[in-house]
């Protein structure tokens, strides 16, 4: 239980107290009426004793009485209605609640946190006013009175005769029949005769004279002059006399006010008489019944018939007292005006006089005449009595069932019984604090109360004999708790007496209390909630869940839960305010705990609670927890939950129309993932024409892609700026999110739309509909005065002149949905924004019931919903910014940094780009080329210039390079559709090269260039507002088959000079899945013939093969190979070696072609001849030759079949050119190893042209395409595809230290071969007549010609190196004659050649190829042999004749 303010041995002796009655005479009555009181109210204030009293025991013992107070009332002739005194104890309880302000205290159990009220000051006036009005019954005389005060007035006609006019009056209704009520403790009721004397009008001499005649006749101890009125009321209030009746009366008050304003509680009163209306006491009320001269008093608890038929009041919730009335009656109203400290003092005598000489004296001689009969009955009747019970019924009294003993409950002893003689003694005793006898006398009572089976009066006994044994000074026996609990269990079960049953329990939880027996306590108090009184339930329940978490180890839960229970029995109660305290309180053990349901439930309680009372931001508060939680509710419950949060919204916002618009809790809103997109939307596609993909909301956040765009952008802003990339530099962003870097302000352009992703979620199983929803923001518009002036001056939100603020008038979020709604401003203006939150009316759907997300929403079909209610509010959206972790203090600290995605700067107008695409491909083969359109559209009203491709695979397409205006101007120009420039030709000119010249420069390559970066050739390099440009664009299938990703990333500045934002970007992604189709190998050898007339040799054969490797899927039919066009700054191909007549190159599916070429040097005139433009050096021209297996030449030199040439060759040009070593002695090998590495390497290639011949929807189409073979050295094969890398084969691990040995630097055998070339001329077949001479001499020319560009030392060595009989049969035998060892020295690429004489003895075919030749560098040590592996073996047939 709480804490009281009385200790429990205080509460007891106070709510047992002696009681008197007060009968005046009209006159008194209006004498004390003078101070707004009646006479029993003017003395309560001075009913208590603070000192010690002195009485004699029966035997005759001094027994002290500490803190003895009597109760004065005026005596009532009928008992208070049960309804009236629910109403009075509802009033009470309404009247007291928690102090303002009251610091509550705060319990820490376990994880718990709890802040409680220590005390119920409520339960306390309940408790109070419940025992003061307790009707008087006959089976106890606790309240029965002992005396009665007879006054009158001194200013009376025969005040003597008025006393005993009253006298008369209450023998008449202590000993008539007809009065039942109240009740007397004894027939000879002590009278004290009290004459009222009003000082300040009346006449002192006759009261005094008055009163001498009073004694003689009453005795000097049974009467008493007192002296009042001593000001008249309407003196000066210069003294502050103080209102001690006030806390008396201030109690009753309200109700007192009501029972004479509502009605129901009206005193039925003779018309004659207004003297009820000067009440005030509610349990004093004065009423003149029938006319009656004297004043019986109608109990104010007695209920008007005709108003209440049903007399009796169960609906508390018809109460409603109001605070604010009771504080204008107190106010108006001061107690003891005409009283002065004097009288007060007099009062006090008065009672001092009444109880010392007339009501203990009275109670002594009462207890000693009750003693005295009960010692002298003991002796006879009791045992007598008692024997004859054993005689009859044995010696043990059969105990006997509880329907039994409902039969004896109503039981009657008559008045002069004596076991109620021996209960009047017990009584007496108690109420004058002798509990040692009062217990003994309660437990004699209780065993002839059970002997009798008299069990209410048992029930009275059991229940003072405890609570006797409790306050026995020095506690000589332990409190027994049965007694009470047999107590309370007959008067609640046998005597349905709850009204007893409810004393029991208070007293007996107040002593638990008292010896810390809480949990015995809290059962007590539970056992007692019942359905007859939610008050009282609701109290007791309170004070179980306070017993709860006062124990030792506290119970919080328990605590909880009661105190709920508690809350609903108030809230049945009509105690709103109570109700809602109770609500409060428990939340704060299920708050946060994961006990959802039990939370949605108080959170509703709580909301409804304080609706009721009108406190509606509470209510909108606890109504907003049930929705914002994560709720396990149903459907239906969570829709009902939202209808009421919208009604109480709806209710606040009627009362401040005006005011700020309140936050909404639903649908949730991840902050987080709100992304804003600068720009307009992308336009769709329009037949052939395909707009750039640019960047949109749709489009996924990848960190990989996102990164390739940065380095595009990087590249091309490296190249405008010189090759370096500005400090101020940052990756144009146009779609911000959590991925993005959101540091900085973003810049938006004036005109061009933002657009503001919000995530929204709907948590509930029920729809949400949004209305009206749209960006909250503020504007701070800047005004350009002088060059770098801004003018800035703050706006409020919402001028649409300003910024112009898309409305979507219906979003609909079914049930555990996430949606996003993508809300446009359009900003008209310069300056600052900030984007705040987002508005809108939030509802629910009429009759929504979803099954999955799909369901019958009444009025869908319409894209209208039948709103059911709905609130205007918003939300905010509060990015929080990436956590800092740079700093030392950073990393120890938790900071986070500024997001600022929702604060874009508007900045002046830009141009703003627009790309087409017309005809472009989505299938492509491998190598194929294709002519399609690009538009640049300029949709802004500013110029823009300096407009640039960027992108990672260059050689997938090109705007065509210098020469492109020589191509076709549309596809249709040229016979097949062709995209190539072709010429045609005469047949004569077919096995020979057609030679051009172009350099890599016209086509935008060059060492040292970016040949991602490509120039868009805009014609006057700026585009104007609504201009369109249409410029081709030739594409190639890339090598690799699968689908290809390529990106495209427009660059283009605008013309005014220092813009806020340097660079616009258009981002485009091309798509393009390639199929297979050719695959190309080539290889280059040196040529041995000696074909070239002009001795400048080193001729060579190139092989080309050519392998259809085409699946039938693509509908290929078959491929042409139409032309083989060479490239190369020194070589080209010459002629076409077919061994086969067949010109015709067709490769069906599968099929393989060979090709051989005869390759040779570029003579320097016809370089210098062919030269377009003599300006740039000769080593950067390339010479094409083309070999035509047709009759129509593609001119290789021009677009697009050079751009893709240079484009594939551009990855070569890029790599870096090696540096000469530092280390001086290995510098003579390391040079002579680089030159004879040179002489193997080759700088010629190859372009495949083709056709393929594709049948699709039974129409023939041609496609075109080239293929490029670089081949850099000789006898390697090269192929036209990137070759995949074979991973190396596992390999055991070596535990071996590696040996410190350098690389020799020995060049490969290839090499080798390459440095020396050696070739023999000599007849194929010979004829001799061995017959006349036997031995045949040949003769043979050796050509030994040097590669490199140093002098070489040569040896040649004839000897037949015999190492193996295998060798014999090669050579043959023969022999060379004359010199066999030659050492010459051959210049750079000379020329030499060696006459030389074979000798053979037989015929047959033999094998020159035996001459070896070793050679070195002139300056260097190291000899070398070159090995003849590569050359072809030089037979010869030796014919006899």
């Known amino acids: 239980m709480a804490q009281c303010v009385q200790s429990v041995q205080e509460l007891i002796p106070d709510s047992f107290v002696p009681c008197v009655a007060a009968l005046c005479s009209d006159e008194a009555e209006r004498l004390t009426r003078r101070n707004h009181l009646s006479f029993a109210e003017l003395l309560k204030p001075f009913s208590r004793f603070t000192s010690e009293v002195h009485m004699r025991d029966p035997n005759n013992q001094l027994h002290i009485i500490k803190n003895l107070k009597i109760t004065v009332s005026n005596i009532i002739t009928q008992p208070p209605q049960p309804g009236a005194i629910r109403k009075l104890l509802s009033d009470v309880v309404s009247a007291s609640q928690p102090a303002e302000g009251l610091v509550a205290n705060v319990i820490t159990v376990g994880d718990y946190d709890l802040n409680i009220s220590a005390t119920t000051p409520w339960f306390e006036s309940y408790r109070e006013t419940f025992l003061q009005s307790m009707p008087a019954s006959d089976h106890e005389f606790l309240n029965h009175y002992l005396a009665c005060m007879l006054v009158a007035s001194s200013s009376e006609a025969e005040p003597v005769e008025q006393f005993s006019k009253l006298s008369q009056e209450q023998h008449r209704i202590q000993h008539n029949s007809d009065y039942s009520y109240p009740k007397w403790f004894i027939p000879n009721t002590l009278k004290y005769y009290v004459l009222l004397h009003d000082v300040s009008a009346g006449d002192e001499q006759r009261a005094d004279s008055i009163y001498e005649e009073m004694k003689q006749k009453y005795g000097t101890q049974g009467c008493y002059l007192l002296k009042i009125n001593s000001r008249t009321s309407n003196r000066a209030s210069d003294e502050q006399i103080p209102d001690p009746w006030s806390q008396y009366l201030q109690k009753n008050s309200i109700q007192n006010q009501e029972s004479y304003e509502d009605g129901p509680f009206t005193i039925t009163s003779n018309k004659n008489s207004d003297s009820n209306l000067l009440s005030l006491d509610g349990l004093d009320n004065e009423v003149k019944v029938d006319g009656l001269p004297n004043n019986f008093r109608a109990h104010s608890l007695q209920l008007d018939q005709s108003s209440d038929p049903s007399n009796s009041f169960d609906g508390p919730d018809h109460t409603k007292p109001s605070s604010h009335e009771t504080k204008k009656i107190n106010t108006g ?31 002594e001689k009462t207890i000693r005449q009750l003693n005295d009969q009960l010692i002298s009955r003991k002796g006879l009747s009791r045992s007598l009595f008692s024997a004859t019970k054993k005689w009859f019924s044995g010696s043990k009294v059969p105990e006997k069932s509880i329907n039994e003993l409902k039969n004896t409950s109503g039981l009657q002893y008559p008045p002069e019984a004596p076991e109620l003689q021996i209960r009047k003694m017990a009584d007496l005793c108690f109420l004058v604090q002798h509990y040692d006898l009062a217990y003994s006398c309660y437990h004699t009572a209780k065993k002839d109360f059970l ?29 027994p708790a049965h007694y009470m609990d047999t107590a309370i269990q007959t008067y609640r079960d046998i005597c349905k007496n709850m009204v007893l049953a409810e ?11 008292s010896q810390s027996k809480y949990s015995e306590a809290a059962a007590l108090l539970i056992r007692l909630t019942s359905e007859d009184s939610d008050l009282r339930s609701a109290l007791l329940l309170e004070q179980a869940a306070h017993c709860f978490i006062n124990m030792k180890n506290p119970m919080v839960r328990k605590y909880a839960f009661h105190m709920i229970l508690a809350g609903h029995r108030f809230s049945k109660a009509g105690q709103k305010k109570h109700a809602l305290r109770c609500y409060c309180q428990a939340m704060q053990v299920y708050k946060g705990k994961g006990w959802s349901l039990a939370e949605d439930h108080i959170n509703f309680t709580i909301g409804r609670q304080s609706y009721t009372l009108r406190q509606l931001d509470n209510a909108v508060s606890a109504f907003r927890h049930i929705l914002i939680n994560e709720s396990k509710q149903s459907a239906a419950q969570q829709g009902a939950f939202l209808r009421e949060y919208l009604y109480v919204y709806k209710n606040v916002s009627h009362l401040s129309p005006d005011g700020p618009l309140p936050q909404l809790p639903l649908p949730y809103i991840n902050s987080s993932a709100t992304r804003v997109f600068f720009g307009h939307d992308r336009r769709p596609a329009d037949g052939e024409k395909q707009a750039a993909t640019h960047i949109s909301l749709d489009q996924e956040y990848d960190s990989e892609s996102s990164q390739q765009w940065r380095e595009l952008e990087e590249q ?3 190249v405008v700026n010189k090759g370096i990339i500005p400090s101020n530099f940052h990756p144009t962003q146009y779609c911000l999110s959590s991925y993005s870097d959101n540091s900085r302000f973003p810049l938006a352009v004036v005109e061009e739309p933002i657009t503001v992703e919000v995530a929204f979620r709907n948590p509930l199983k029920v729809p949400l509909l949004l209305t009206d929803l749209s960006l909250l923001w503020k504007f701070q518009p800047k005004h350009f005065i002088g060059k770098d002036n801004e003018e800035s001056k703050e706006l409020v939100t919402g001028e649409p002149e300003m910024i112009g603020t898309e409305v979507i008038s219906e979003f609909l979020i079914n049930s555990e949905e996430s949606k996003v709604a993508r809300l446009k401003l359009f900003p008209h203006h310069v300056g600052e924004l900030h984007i705040l939150g987002v508005v809108y009316n939030l509802g629910t759907i009429q009759g929504s019931v979803t099954v999955d997300g799909i369901g019958g929403l009444p009025g869908c079909h319409t894209g209208k919903h039948s709103l059911n209610m709905s609130v205007r509010g918003r939300q905010d959206l509060e990015i929080q910014g990436p956590r800092l972790n740079n700093t030392k203090e950073e990393k120890t600290s938790i900071k986070y940094g500024p997001d600022r995605r929702l604060d874009p700067i508007i900045t002046e107008e830009m141009p703003l780009l627009e790309v087409f695409f017309i005809h472009f491909p989505t299938g492509l083969l491998c190598g194929e080329i294709q002519k399609a359109y690009v538009e640049f559209v300029n949709v802004s009203k500013c110029p823009l210039t300096g407009l640039k491709v960027v992108s990672k695979r260059p050689e997938f397409f ?19 559709c062709s995209a190539y420039k072709t010429v045609v030709t005469d047949s004569t000119s077919v096995c020979t090269a057609l030679i051009s010249a172009a350099s890599s420069v016209d086509f935008g390559i060059g060492i040292g260039s970016q040949p991602e970066v490509i120039p868009v050739p805009l014609p006057d390099a700026v585009l104007l507002p609504g201009a369109s440009v249409q410029l081709p664009m030739w594409l190639r299938g890339p090598d690799e088959e699968g689908v290809h990703e390529i990106n495209f990333l427009f660059y283009y500045e605008s013309v005014k000079k220092k813009p806020k934002i340097q660079h616009r970007i258009l981002r485009h992604t091309a798509i393009i899945c390639t199929s297979r189709s050719l695959n190309v190998r080539a290889t280059v050898y040196r040529s041995n013939s000696l ?50 007549e067949n010109k015709d190159a067709k490769l069906a599916s599968r099929e393989k072609g060979k090709f051989c070429f005869k390759a040779v040097r570029c003579k320097e005139k016809e370089v210098v001849f062919s030269c377009f433009l003599a300006a740039t050096q000769s080593s950067e021209k390339y010479t094409f030759a083309d070999i035509l297996f047709g009759n129509e030449q593609i001119i290789s030199s021009a677009s697009p079949c050079a751009d893709f040439f240079y484009r594939s060759l551009s ?29 193997s390497e080759v700088d010629l290639n190859i372009v495949i042209l083709w056709k393929a011949y594709v049948v699709e929807d039974s129409k023939q189409l041609i496609l075109e395409g080239q293929h490029h073979v670089i081949l850099n050295t000789i006898g390697k094969e090269a192929f036209s595809y990137p070759q995949k890398q074979e991973p190396p084969e596992m390999e055991l691990l070596k535990f071996v230290r590696p040996e410190n040995t350098t690389v020799s630097s020995r060049p490969s055998v290839e090499q080798l071969s390459s440095l020396i070339k050696m070739s023999l001329h000599y007849p194929e077949s010979f004829n001799h007549p061995f017959h006349q001479k036997s031995l045949c001499l040949v003769p043979v020319t050796l050509l030994l010609s040097n590669c490199s560009k140093a002098d070489v030392d040569v040896i040649v060595d004839l000897r037949h190196k015999t190492t193996s009989p295998e060798a014999l049969e090669i050579h043959g035998s023969f022999t060379w004659l004359g010199q066999t060892q030659y050492k010459l020295q051959l210049k750079s690429q000379e020329i030499h050649s060696l006459q030389l004489k074979a000798c053979f003895v037989h015929t047959g075919v033999y094998n020159l190829g035996t001459p070896r030749v070793f050679a070195k560098l002139s300056d260097q040590v190291t000899v070398f042999e070159t090995s003849q592996q590569n050359s072809m073996p030089a037979l010869i047939i030796i014919n006899n004749v």
């Open 451 to 479: 002997n009798d089976q008299a069990m209410l009066y048992a029930a009275g006994a059991l229940e003072m004999a405890a609570v006797s044994a409790f306050l026995q000074p020095g506690a000589p026996r332990p409190y």
């Open 1091 to 1140: 074909e070239d007339e002009e001795g400048r040799g080193g001729n060579m054969l190139v092989f080309v093969d050519v392998e259809n490797i085409n699946t039938s899927e693509a509908g290929v039919k078959e491929f042409h190979i139409v032309q083989v066009s060479s490239s190369s700054k020194h070589w080209m191909l010459q002629k076409s070696v077919n061994l086969s």
């Open 1211 to 1239: 990855s070569e040009l890029k790599k870096p050119q090696t540096q000469p070593s530092a280390h001086t002695e290995k510098q003579s090998l390391e040079d002579a190893v680089r030159l004879i590495r040179k002489c």
């Open 503 to 513: 004393r029991c329990v208070l007293l007996s939880a107040e002593i638990l209390k």
């Open 958 to 976: 090109t705007f065509g390079g210098n020469t492109a205006v020589l191509t076709p101007l549309s596809p249709s120009a040229s016979e097949n």
């Open 333 to 363: 109203i001061i107690h003891g005006a005409c009283l002065t400290l004097t009288d007060h003092d007099r009062i006090r005598q008065f009672i001092q006089e009444f109880t010392f000489r007339g009501l203990l004296p009275h109670i």
């Open 716 to 718: 091309v802003v490296a």
